[in-house]
């Protein structure tokens, strides 16, 4: 009976971990100053594992405030941040040190159906 049971549970994890998308992973990396990516593709509904790095002399930080998102990145530092994102369009991000945005450190995540 438990053996039963315990057939079911796996057979349900099985059909659970076959259901959820596989993330996209997409490294962004930070230089003085500037992003080396200025758009991000990614499709609606799929998960996405972003890492950053800094890869600059200087702290850089990634806000995208439509997710939320707001991180701090020392030079050398590597951050992991997951988002899936449900409807198509067009996010911004930038790097929210003052005056990075003005000097370019701006980009578009690019959302398709
Ligand atoms: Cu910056």
Known sequence: MKLRLLAILVLLAAALAACM????????????????MEEIHVRAGQPVELTLQNHGALDHALRV????????????DVEIVTFTIEQP???????????HDEAGMVGYIIVSD
């Not at 998308?21 to 080396?36: K, M, Q």
């Not at 405030?65 to 050398?76: E, F, K, M």
């Not at 369009?89 to 005056?99: A, D, H, K, Q, R």
């Open 21 to 36: 998308p596989e993330p996209v992973r997409v490294t962004l990396t930070a230089h003085d100053i500037l992003w080396d």
């Open 89 to 99: 369009g067009t996010i911004e991000y930038i790097c929210s040190i003052p005056g």
């Open 65 to 76: 405030s439509a997710l939320g998102i707001d991180v701090l990145l020392s030079p050398g």
